[in-house]
């Protein structure tokens, strides 16, 4: 007696979408940031075209604590927003499949809808999340939130452009 295995019904299954990962040399190699004001430690996710997740470990030992309160230390609201910023720039690079080279510059061309929820702290692995919402003549708009142990800090709509500029 033969038997005929189990196939589904609908063989037309969408594959699921490649995942990307980045860990601190390949970031190193798509960001001109640098120590202090690198604010991407690993890009945990990267779905092409359309979405980034990414970790930024919160240390004590960054400079900005020393007076972003030495009695409270908190990560300030525009440091989390430039976090943010690096993560999406990281998207639309790997989206574009470029290296931006020395020559290319990401600038905030708008930020829209800042929101700030809850302190970021150091000990926080900060989850940077953003999403690609449109991208058109050189400018990108990314809808971009960061969140410690899965609640809100900060929510923002992020506008950015990419630009060549030439060396000294």
């Known amino acids: 007696m033969t038997t005929t295995p189990n196939l589904p019904a609908d063989t037309t299954e969408t594959p699921a ?43 004590i030992n960054e400079p900005i604590f020393l007076g972003h309160f030495p009695h409270r230390p908190v990560m300030p609201g525009v440091m989390i927003l430039e976090a943010l910023a690096q993560a999406s720039a990281l998207l639309s ?9 020395e020559d290319t510059v990401v600038y905030f061309a708008g930020i829209d809808g800042a929101r700030f929820k809850r302190p970021v702290e150091p000990g926080d692995q900060l989850i940077l999340e953003s999403t690609l919402e449109r991208a058109k003549g050189g400018v990108f708009k990314y809808k971009a939130r960061a969140t410690v142990n899965g609640e809100l800090a900060t929510e923002a709509e992020l506008m950015c452009t990419m630009r060549k500029i030439k060396s000294a």
């Open 17 to 59: 979408p490649v995942l990307l990962t980045m860990d601190i040399h390949q970031i190193l190699k798509k960001l001109p940031h640098r120590y202090p004001i690198l604010l991407v430690d690993r890009v945990l996710e990267i779905e092409l075209g359309k979405r980034i997740k990414a970790l930024k470990n919160v240390s």
């Open 93 to 101: 690079f790997a989206t574009m499949g470029e290296d931006p080279g």
